[in-house]
């Protein structure tokens, strides 16, 4: 590949920073499952990585609850999945842009059962700058109320 092609070549591997796990399982709860993970950047005492194929497995029949930063490069699938996986029961929250904008937001985030938190401040996975993005916390299938918030997280 071109030095030109690989330079906006964009990583699909963010891990979510500690601090920010710690905000969300003081709110939800403690995380049982991380749905797309190695075991290096898993945030759940059990992973599904990319050999085993998250696309696979049943999230629903996991049990507790569950947490997806999926890669950004191909998202449709993943909230698709969100969306059909909570409607049999499982408990998901999924780190996401706030595309409101796209296909996938109006398809499977927009008026369904879900709570959608925009999150306030930006969050950092480098430790120093934030992302350049803003994200979204979509909490499928949980106790928390189907709505919109802005979540000041810290
Ligand atoms: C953005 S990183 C998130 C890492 C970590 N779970 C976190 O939240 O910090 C996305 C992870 O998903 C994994 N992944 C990609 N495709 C996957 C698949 N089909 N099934 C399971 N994991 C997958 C990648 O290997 C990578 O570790």
Redesign the pocket.
Same mark, same amino acid.
Not at 12 to 16: G, L, N, R, S, V
Not at 52 to 55: D, I, L, P, V
Not at 69 to 72: E, G, K, Q, R, S
């Given at each position: 590949m071109g030095a030109a092609l690989h330079r906006h070549r964009s990583r699909? !591997? @963010? #891990? /979510?920073p500690p601090e920010f796990i710690e905000a969300v399982e003081a709110r939800f709860g403690a995380l049982a499952w !991380? %749905? #797309? +993970?190695?075991v290096e950047? +898993?945030?759940a005492p059990r992973?599904? !990585?990319?050999a /085993? &194929?998250?696309?696979s497995a049943r999230w629903y029949s996991l049990g507790g609850l569950l947490?997806l &930063?999926?890669? @950004?490069n191909d998202i449709t699938p993943w909230v698709r999945k969100c969306h059909s996986e909570s409607l049999a029961g499982a408990k998901i929250l999924a %780190?996401l842009p706030a595309s409101v904008g796209s296909n996938w937001y109006a398809a499977y985030v927009d008026g369904c059962a879900a709570r959608v938190l925009f999150l306030r401040p930006r969050i950092s996975f480098d430790g120093q700058n934030p992302f350049p993005k803003d994200l979204m916390l979509v909490a499928y299938g949980t106790d928390a109320a189907p709505g919109v918030e802005c979540w000041k997280w810290r």
């Open positions: 699909q !591997d @963010y #891990a /979510t !991380d %749905l #797309a +993970a190695s950047n +898993a945030k992973h599904i !990585d990319v /085993t &194929n998250s696309f947490w &930063n999926p890669p @950004y %780190l």
